[in-house]
């Protein structure tokens, strides 16, 4: 019997979620019980962990039960964990203050299967409504004796109401399934799915069917972790991935082992094959479960580095005392040597995968190097294994297939450092004039095409016994390289003669006043007349906009560099002997826009632009 039902409605982003999920069609309808075994098995675990703080709190027995009853057409998920008190379920299953839910209606529209996604999401209580038009939850929290229950359609509100006669301790998930939902009354199915999803829970999962009056354990509460690699199949890994990090792809990779040392602890860390949704959230841990001799002390402790933070696994140690509170587990002696070596072994698994398996290796680059990135310029101390890490596209190679080791093997004689160009896109940046000093020379210039791109590469980079330099600062060095045969005939051509260059220069900067920070000559172009560096100290453009965004700090005004070898250089020299000058402010603007075109931006007013355009192609007779 209930007391003082209260109505509620369900806060917007819920309403609307609800609906997304009543209304979609699912190839996978199944994934309800793993999202709610999952988060009964969280409930017992967090009343183990709370148990090791208090003595009276026995968790001998803690279960999960799933109960079918074929009469009532329901399916009903107990657990004797943890439980919810009036306020937690208002909280917990009505408003969802987390970002989660935003996420997923933002991303969903995109997926075609949501139930495949909404674990990750931390949303997974709603998938009960992907079989459901009436789900009931009664819960009894451990420390009470207050049972109350919630109820839903699954449209816009709920209703939350006090049990008189208290239920047992935990909480039941009582679900009325729908007509077309029914094989989920067949004990068979269960088995399966529990098998497919669940093995690895840690607490026993029975089977009850009422119908029948059948009960059996139907898992194995096997940690895996604590096994022998020998013992387990590639699908026990695979399942147990996809539990802990509630994704559905297949781990690229497993890193395993039992450390024995000072220190003695279990590593089951997985690489994941796709990305999650929320990698670049600022806020993401990685999906990393923290054990104390099977008492799971912590899912979100900071073991792993933020820029590995793609990976997800089991961390198990004996060594760390189970009742260290969360806020202090960071500064615990065993958690920084157990984070130091993790770091260290996920580390040197990459560098083992890169070198014996490059294809794998690859993939995991090219989905995760952006992140990997990061830790260029996070973490100074693994500044060079990260380098080592490293894949880019060059002007040798478009695919991202190159490592630094392999740079340095085909670097050139006289060469001094490692050149690099950012860019928004590898075309872009090969497009740019300002590469052709290199090309000539055969260089090979690293394109770097990943927004981190320009943070990591901001403070002094080196990698053996090279500087990492930015084209822009390198054309002085450029010149000790001896220029390929068939591009030295093509600058000595047309050269504006020597006298009339500083000229030339005082002309253009005159007319680009206030544009351009200087006018340079640059010996390296050789097909383009002109092209923008970033002058001697500038910043990366990313950055500067960044800081302008951020600091309101003024962008710096690019260098124009020219080639006084090229035939329009050549024509704007004439013009300016000859004083046409109407010619030479058009002609200029035009070379300045072209520069900056070439250099991926817009050009400077393109009124003028268009005007001067057309002024010279009507000369085209
Ligand atoms: P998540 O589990 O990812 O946090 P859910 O939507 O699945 O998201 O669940 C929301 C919250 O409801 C959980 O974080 C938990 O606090 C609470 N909850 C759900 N199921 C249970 C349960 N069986 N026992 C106790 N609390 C639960």
């Known amino acids: 019997m209930t007391i003082k039902e209260e109505k509620k409605e369900f806060t917007a982003e819920v309403s609307r979620l609800l609906q997304m999920l009543t209304h979609s069609i699912y190839s996978n309808r199944e994934i309800f019980l793993r999202e709610l075994i999952s988060n009964a098995s969280d409930a017992c675990d967090k009343l183990r962990y709370i148990s090791t703080t208090k003595s009276d709190v026995g968790v001998d027995d803690l279960k999960i039960e799933i109960i079918l009853s074929s009469e009532k057409n329901t399916l009903t998920i107990f657990d004797n964990g943890i439980g919810m008190s009036r306020d937690e379920m208002v909280e917990n299953l009505g408003t969802i203050a987390k970002s989660g839910t935003k996420a997923f209606i933002e991303n969903a529209s995109e997926s075609k299967d949501l139930g495949t996604q909404i674990g990750q999401f931390g949303i997974g209580f709603y998938s009960a409504f992907i079989v459901s038009k009436n789900v009931k939850v009664i819960s009894t929290k451990y420390d009470t004796n207050v049972t109350y229950s919630w109820e839903s359609d699954g449209l816009g509100s709920y209703s939350i109401a006090k049990i008189e006669n208290a239920a047992r301790k935990g909480t039941s998930i009582i679900i009325s399934l729908d007509a077309d939902s029914e094989e989920f009354l067949k004990t068979d199915k269960i088995k399966e799915v529990i098998s497919k999803y669940s093995d690895n829970i840690n607490f026993p999962i029975y089977l009850k069917d009422i119908t029948s009056d059948i009960e059996e354990q139907i898992n194995t509460t096997n940690a895996i972790w604590t096994k022998q690699k020998k013992d387990i199949s590639k699908e026990q890994y695979q399942e147990h991935y996809q539990l802990v990090s509630r994704n559905f792809d297949d781990p690229t990779s497993t890193i395993h082992y039992k450390a024995e040392g000072r220190y003695e602890y279990d590593v089951l860390l997985y690489i994941p094959s796709s990305r999650p949704f929320d990698l670049f959230d600022q806020q993401r841990k990685a999906k990393l479960k923290l054990y104390v001799k099977r008492v799971l002390i912590s899912d979100d402790a900071n073991i792993i580095p933020s820029y590995f933070r793609f990976i997800s696994g ?3 140690c004996a060594d760390i005392p189970l009742t260290v509170s969360r806020e202090i587990l960071q500064e615990n002696q065993v958690v920084v ?22 294809e794998k290796y690859l993939t995991v680059w090219q989905t995760f190097g952006t992140v990997i990135k990061e830790g260029l310029y996070e973490d100074f101390e693994k500044r060079n294994d990260l380098l080592k890490l490293l894949r880019f596209a060059s002007t040798n190679n478009k695919e991202e297939i190159r490592s630094l080791d392999e740079y340095i093997k085909d670097i050139k004689d006289k060469q001094k450092s490692i050149y690099y160009i950012t860019a928004e896109d590898y075309e872009s940046a090969i497009a740019n004039p300002i590469l052709e000093g290199f090309k000539a020379r055969d260089l090979e210039v690293i394109i770097l095409t990943d927004p981190v791109d320009s943070f990591w590469t901001a403070s002094n980079v080196n ?34 003669e020597e006298s009339a260059i500083s000229e030339l220069i005082n002309r253009v900067t005159k007319i680009l006043d206030g544009q351009v920070s200087d006018v340079k000559v640059n010996p390296g172009l050789i097909e383009s007349p002109v092209c923008l560096s970033l002058g001697d100290n500038g910043y990366d453009k990313t950055i500067q906009r960044i800081l302008q965004e951020k600091q309101g700090m003024e962008l710096s005004k690019p260098v124009l560099e020219i080639n006084p070898d090229h035939n329009l250089i050549k024509i704007l020299s004439s013009k300016i002997k000859n004083k046409k000058i109407k010619d030479v402010n058009t002609l200029t603007n035009l070379l300045y826009d072209y520069a900056l075109i070439m250099d991926g931006e817009k050009p400077h007013d393109i009124a003028n632009f268009s005007k001067n355009m057309q002024e010279i192609l009507t000369k085209i007779k």
């Open 314 to 316: 089991v961390i198990d």
């Open 337 to 358: 040597a157990i984070k130091k070596a993790i770091k260290n072994r996920i580390m040197s698994t990459l560098q083992k995968m890169a070198e014996k398996d490059h």
């Open 463 to 496: 990698y053996e016994k090279y500087d990492l330099k930015q084209v822009s600062h390198a054309k002085e060095e450029l010149i000790d390289v001896e220029i390929k045969n068939k591009d030295k005939e093509k600058k000595s051509k047309n050269r504006v």
